[in-house]
């Protein structure tokens, strides 16, 4: 019986602890591409949801995104009407940070530390805004 937990641990801490190569991340990545544009239509994207996502917490705040130039076109109006539980990226998203918690704390990788200086928190902010405008500006 202790051969099988071997086995078992062996596999949990190459699935777990060990990080992927790039190459078959790079394969998994293009193979769930492929999969939600068959299901889908549309090729896998991320930042439109927290494009949706700013804009319904700004009509929640009492302003009209109804009128900005992005939600001009049916598509997107739809989309801003639809609300977050019907909006497919929302939903991807949430699966990405709850499953990317997940992983952290299968792998026993959690950590909460102390913030040491203030300027870790806006070079974290900073660097956080610029990625994001980037990836959005970039369609993905």
Do not use: C
Request: proline letters at 3%.
């Amino acid at each position: 019986m202790s051969r099988y937990r071997e086995e078992v641990q062996k596999l949990k801490n190459a699935l777990l602890k060990e990080a992927l190569p790039y190459w078959l991340g790079g394969i998994l990545l293009g193979i769930l591409n492929i999969t939600h544009f068959v299901t889908f239509g549309v090729p896998l994207g991320i930042t439109t949801a927290f494009t949706n996502w700013g804009a319904w917490i700004a009509k929640a705040l009492g302003f009209h995104p109804e009128n900005w130039a992005f939600y001009q076109s049916p598509a997107n109006a739809k989309m801003l009407a639809d609300g977050f539980l019907n909006d497919g990226g929302s939903i991807m998203n949430i699966g990405i940070i709850l499953g990317a918690l997940l992983a952290t704390l299968l792998a026993s990788q959690f950590r909460i530390k102390k913030i040491k200086n203030y300027k870790q928190v806006i070079g974290a902010v900073g660097g956080g805004i610029l990625m994001g405008y980037g990836a959005r500006i970039a369609y993905g």
